[in-house]
């Protein structure tokens, strides 16, 4: 693994949905999932998001979710990896169960 690489700890699945990430403050964020799973998810952004950023998502399409995540990495141009934080057990089985 080359530095700076992290490991995904869960498989993802291409999955594309629509997908609202909201800051403390400031009008809301529209993205567009690249792909889903029960660890985090890939977005493409309308706007840019900073590393390391903790934001307030809402996943509506095939299944819907909603709680924390945090921006890991910008892979391309506004396509971003983020891992979800503190999911509650009820949205990490609607995720899993896309797998």
Do not use: K, N
């Not at 921006?71 to 169960?97: D, K």
Request: glycine share 12%; proline share 5%; charged share 35%.
């Amino acid at each position: 693994m080359a530095a700076g690489e992290e490991r995904r700890r869960a498989p993802r699945v291409a999955m594309a949905m629509g997908c609202r990430l909201s800051r403390d403050t400031g009008t809301p964020v529209t993205a567009r999932t690249i792909d889903v799973g029960p660890g985090g998810m890939r977005v493409h952004s309308d706007r840019p998001l900073r590393i390391d950023e903790v934001l307030d998502f809402d996943l509506d399409g095939e299944i819907h979710v909603s709680g924390r995540a945090r921006v890991m990495r910008e892979q391309t141009y506004r396509v971003y990896a983020i891992r979800f934080e503190g999911l509650g057990a009820p949205e990490e089985r609607r995720l899993r169960g896309l797998l």
